[in-house]
T-cell receptor, first 113, second 113 residues
């Protein structure tokens, strides 16, 4: 596709369930970022990949959050034992090379009941 | 800690009027500076960026921003606002050209006829 694709667009889960959010970056893009955007707030950094290597995961809020990019393209953000405070929009962004402009997906809106 | 402040949570301007959105950052060195726009349910779109050189940068959609080191500011301006400019605007900084972005809280822009 032409842009960064995220799926699902909307996800509703019960507290305690595990969820997986997918990001398809633009083909050939090396860098991939995940951000969390709470309602009424700016996005907050979660983690960063360069190809398949996770170079920075300092923003992951707890060990319930896990991200992977095994083949250096598609990435999955997994949240285990979801809590209500995990409700947010999760944004994925990719760039061709380090330092080139970021392209953001439309995000996945996660609601935890 | 590095931070970005957008003092105005919500601004309303009349169509055709000029616009200035404020952004202040806290960082020890000259950061890389960005402005993004987000329409409801959409990802973020890059309006403009400053890395070095001329402190007045031009962006897309008729926007410009000026970096003022003495004031630690990077305010966004547009001489004549269009109704389609109504959206959320985020200022962001990065430590380096490919680094993670630190976003401000955002300014919601409403445009009245």
């Amino acid at each position: 596709g032409a842009g960064v694709s995220q799926s699902p667009r909307y996800k509703v889960a019960k507290r305690g369930q595990d969820v997986a959010l997918r990001c398809d970056p633009i083909s050939g893009h090396v860098s991939l970022f995940w951000y969390q955007q709470a309602l009424g707030q700016g996005p907050e950094f979660l983690t960063y990949f360069q190809n398949e290597a996770q170079l920075d995961k300092s923003g992951l809020p707890s060990d319930r959050f896990f991200a992977e990019r095994p083949e250096g393209s598609v990435s999955t953000l997994k949240i285990q034992r979801t809590q209500q405070e995990d409700s947010a929009v999760y944004l994925c962004a990719s760039s061709l090379i380090t330092g080139s402009p970021l392209h953001f997906g439309d995000g996945t809106r996660l609601s935890i009941l | 800690a590095q931070s970005v402040t957008q003092p105005d949570i919500h601004i309303t301007v009349s169509e055709g009027a000029s616009l200035e959105l404020r952004c202040n950052y806290s960082y020890g060195a000259t950061p890389y500076l960005f402005w993004y726009v987000q329409s409801p349910g959409q990802g973020l779109q890059l309006l403009l960026k400053y890395f070095s050189g001329d402190t007045l940068v031009q962006g897309i959609k008729g926007f410009e921003a000026e970096f003022k080191r003495s004031q630690s500011s990077f305010n966004l301006r547009k001489p004549s606002v269009h109704w389609s400019d109504a959206a959320e605007y985020f200022c962001a900084v990065a430590y380096n050209q490919g680094g993670k972005l630190i976003f401000g809280q955002g300014t919601e822009l409403s445009v009245k006829p």
